[in-house]
Nanobody, 116 residues
Framework: QVQLVESGGGLVQPGGSLRLSCTAS????????MTWYRQSPGKQRELVAS???????NYGDSVKARFTIARDNAKSAMYLQMNNLRSEDSAVYYC??????????WGQGTQVTVSS
């Protein structure tokens, strides 16, 4: 089994920054692509950014140039630096990881609220 734990969410004013973390533990041999998703009430879950084990990245159009994804393979961790936050970035942010090329695991999510 694989456990994913997100942290770093909270309340921030528009234009502010937050850094989310996701740490994997358990049977993580072959930890592959890790992805941040987000979901706000009434909306579908949306891909925010992903990063492969070799460091290739992909971003959703709405966060390009504002968010940066990174990972530390030695720590089995992934990060999301979010800058210039907007109210529309408010959502629950979820971490997903693919292990051994097939099995996908999800974290419980961390709430991000952007409000003045």
């Amino acid at each position: 089994q694989v456990q994913l734990v997100e942290s770093g969410g909270g309340l921030v004013q528009p234009g502010g920054s937050l850094r989310l973390s996701c740490t994997a533990s358990g049977s993580i041999f072959g930890l592959g692509t890790m992805t941040w998703y987000r979901q706000s009430p009434g909306k579908q879950r949306e891909l925010v950014a992903s990063i492969t084990s070799s460091g290739s990245t992909n971003y959703g159009d709405s966060v390009k140039a504002r968010f940066t994804i990174a990972r530390d393979n030695a720590k089995s961790a992934m990060y999301l630096q979010m800058n210039n936050l907007r109210s529309e970035d408010s959502a629950v942010y979820y971490c997903k990881a693919v292990v051994a090329g097939t099995a996908a695991y999800w974290g419980q999510g961390t709430q991000v609220t952007v409000s003045s």
